[in-house]
C-alpha cells in the first residue's frame, strides 16, 4: 500500500505543494522555510534529508508525505526524534500508521537506537492519537513550550522502548 524511500529529484514539485500548505505545516517546526521553494525542496533532497532515518512516504506512484527518525547526540545517542507529514489529501486514511510501523521496524532492526519520542503540539489532537495507536506511552506534558506564530503550546512527548516494541 506504501512505500517508504529515499528523496528524488522528480520529488521537488510535490514537495513545494504539500509544504506550501498551511495546514500540513501548523505544527511542523519553523525550520521549514515559508513560504517553501523549489531550492529548499532541492536543498531537502540532496542534503536534509540525508541525516538520520528519513524516508518519503510513496502512496500509489506519488510522493504523499515524509517520515523520519533523526539520532540524538552524545548522550542522547541511543535515542531518537520521530517526525512526520502527510499531504492533507491522503489525511485519515491509514497511510501515516503504516508509515510510522514500517519506521520503528527499520530503526529498530537496523540502528541501535533503543527508544523513538516524538514531540507533539498540544493542539495537535490526531498526531497525539496516533502515536497511541502505534504504542507510544505518554511519558511528559511541558506547558507552554513550543511558541509558534505568536501562540504557546504545551508539547507533549511519546516515546516507545524497543524491548517494549511488538513487531
Known sequence: MITLRPFKKSDVTPLVSILND??????LSSKIP????????IWWIEEGS???VIRA?????QLVGCIGVNRGEFEYSRSGEIG????KSHWRQGITALAIKQIIHM???ETDIIRIFGAVFSDNLASRRLLLKCGFVEEAKMAKAIYKNNTFYDKFVFALLKEEYKT
Open 34 to 41: 515559508s513560504p517553501y521553494t523549489p531550492d529548499d525542496a
Open 84 to 87: 512526520y507529514w502527510l499531504a
Open 50 to 52: 540525508q541525516q538520520g
Open 107 to 109: 530503526v529498530f532492526a
Open 22 to 27: 498551511a495546514e500540513v505545516t501548523r505544527y
Open 57 to 61: 512516504i510513496e502512496y500509489e506512484g
